[in-house]
């Protein structure tokens, strides 16, 4: 099967810009995930889809972060305006459903630096 | 919040030689525990997991771990070390945060290398 797909792989913009990220999901994976990864550290969660619906956003910082699933299947994660803190790997991943015991699949990730 | 504490970020063995990869938990209550392996440049891949049963959990390519509820740890281990081994390792453990959610916690992270 196909597995988690992100794009961009890398991108670079300087701070107060805006920057988007895009992620399709392994094909009939009801949840899906928006994790950070700074250099050095696990990801830590940012927002979790159910379909088309938000389950958990407490970790996302809404003053500059917004992520939406419209149609239940591939998502898009947004910051504006990026701080230079914001630099780090974004990881989209995906499970079946949001059983405790699912594995998540994990894309390749989107490198962000900010200048 | 639940919490993971992976015992040194960094660890080098030589090739053929053990790898112990060190990884406690805290939960109130029964946990799911997963090992991903993240190699450079790429996302995280599903090692192994364990829910209920057997604490012995056999992973892909030849590793394994070890639930043991008494001491709150899920080691990883893999008996003879391969170059191929070489990246970073994560052990996680599933948390239920609101009615319909789930996460994932994350340890440090260990870097495993290899040394021929």
């Known amino acids: 099967e196909a597995g988690v797909a992100q794009s961009p792989r890398y991108k670079i913009i300087e701070k107060r810009q805006s920057v988007a990220f895009w992620c399709n999901p392994i094909?009939?994976?009801?949840?899906l995930y928006w994790y950070q990864q700074i250099l050095g550290q696990g990801p830590k969660l940012l927002i979790q889809?159910?379909?088309?619906?938000?389950?958990?956003d407490s970790q996302l910082p809404k003053d500059r972060f917004s992520a939406e699933r419209l149609k239940g299947v591939d998502s898009t994660l947004k910051i504006q305006p990026a701080k230079l803190e914001d630099s780090a790997v974004y990881l989209c991943?995906?499970?079946?459903?949001?059983?405790?015991?699912?594995?998540?699949?994990f894309g390749d990730g989107t490198r962000l630096s900010i200048l | 919040a639940q919490s993971v504490t992976q015992l040194g970020s960094h660890v080098s063995v030589s090739e053929g030689a053990l790898v112990l990869l060190r990884c406690n938990y805290s939960?109130?209550?029964?946990?799911?525990l997963f090992w991903y392996v993240q190699y450079p440049n790429q996302g995280l891949q599903l090692l192994l997991k364990y829910t209920t049963g057997a604490t012995l959990v056999k992973g892909i390519n030849g590793f394994e771990a070890e639930f043991k509820k008494s001491e709150t740890s899920f080691h990883l281990t893999k008996p003879s070390a391969h170059m191929s081994d070489a990246a970073e390792y994560f052990c996680a453990v599933s948390e239920k945060r609101t009615n319909a959610g789930n996460m994932l916690t994350f340890g440090g992270g260990t870097r495993l290398m290899v040394k021929p």
């Open positions: 939960s109130s209550v029964p946990p799911y």
């Open positions: 094909s009939g994976h009801a949840t």
């Open positions: 991943a995906s499970s079946q459903n949001t059983g405790l015991f699912q594995p998540q699949h």
């Open positions: 889809f159910q379909n088309n619906g938000v389950v958990d």
